[in-house]
DNA sequence: CAGTTTTCTGCAATTTCATGCAAAAAAATT
DNA sequence: AATTTTTTTGCATGAAATTGCAGAAAACTG
């Protein structure tokens, strides 16, 4: 059995019970469970699974019950704060989810007048409770792993759309440009940038000169950058170089 | 049962009781007590929990005058309790929002697999916590004052679906029918029910045989009503007539 | 205050994990 | 087809995690 196959193999399981035990699988598929903990190691390593001590649970189940405390949620406020300065009334703006916009959201000022576009649930929770921002959904089917709508309703819907910016999250971004590991997001994630005059990116300073296995788009795409760092950090170099403004 | 299971289980049961014994988990899970306390130690070192001598209590629940409590949080719960059993397997489920579904939704069980519509943001967010259940969002505008979505592209979607079940929370229910008092939101109901093969209405007992300005439907398009009161309450004897399933 | 229950501590048995290494398998190259 | 390079796998080792248990300490009850 080839490792791609088993790879999938052990997904799909994850999928079906939610939850696997290493040592199950290592007799099920017969290979040594170190094999099957190193899968799972990679596995996790991606984002799909949540690996544990014995075993390995779906993403959905993790999100459910374990969710556990915002990572560097110091980080993703001060990135927060940077960000609401951009917005200005009347904007139509797309955003994706993740902890930093919804810090972004709570931090919008109360007589802001804007619409906002979104995809995913929590970031929609949170731009309702605003009094003066228009909230618009965009998509029917909503992933679990990932908490946003996916799927041709959701591209179809950006696409139809005109906005001033699009407010991104993103998981690693390197001189290649922005990548990440989940094809449905990505889809979703490059329509929105297509869909918008000006897009700004959002990530901790960890994530500067990563990549993962998926492409979104080129530096020359992106406008903004913003992390917690100072802009005059020298890690910023080669962005610059390529005309993306550092905040 | 692997530990971060258990102590997701834990948490669940917190969720939902608010408080619990170390020793009533102890024979549940069938672990030694130590192992639980370890458990409760690491739960509440991470502030998911307050600890107390003999177990441990819902943090929400302790630090409860931060959050608004929702109103008479116990008949919902018991009126949610009642609509579970209603709901089975491969089902497509059309429900609205209010507390007593977001209540339903907690409780579902983990091995269900059913098709939950929702315009609702908090309903679809507390579904797609659900590890074997599939939301579709309905709509795209989010109006504030109710928290779901509505107008055209809402109704027009749920025209779309022929669903097995429609699970209403409703504001006011008399011999007439039932009625509300938000135009937008009644367009939605509306549809709603037109969409569902049967129509089972929630409300707590304060608002049975009470009325609003505008109709949504009359009793005999209701199946079924759930309140937290026993069936046989003579509240309901007109609503039987009408050929109305009490639960 | 006496008796019961719960908690804490240290300990031992078991399981799971990480790491380095060498053999095997697969892929790439000549 | 043969050979080199890379990837993958299994195993051994020691480290770390998990769990249950015993006995002392602490908390609770009436």
Known sequence: ML???????????????NRILSSDLST???VSEDTIRRDLNELADM???????GGALSKSFHSSFLKSD????????LIAQKVVPLIRNNMFILTTGGTTII????????DLNATFFTGSIPAAHEYAQH??????????????????AVGGEAISKIGGIKADLCIMGINAIDETGVTDNDWEVIQVKKAMIQAAEKTVVLSIAEKVNTHQKLMICGLDEIDTMITELDPSNPLFESYKKHGITIL
Not at 132 to 148: A, H, P, R, T, Y
């Open 3 to 17: 490792k791609t196959e088993r790879q999938a193999y052990i997904l799909r399981q994850i999928d079906l019970h």
């Open 28 to 30: 099920e598929i017969n």
């Open 47 to 53: 984002d799909k699974i949540i690996k544990v001590h």
């Open 70 to 77: 915002v990572y560097k949620a110091d980080s993703k406020r």
């Open 103 to 110: 810090e972004m959201a709570r931090l919008l000022p109360s």
């Open 131 to 148: 009094p003066n921002i228009e909230v618009i959904f965009l998509g029917d089917k909503i992933s679990k792993s990932s908490q946003i």
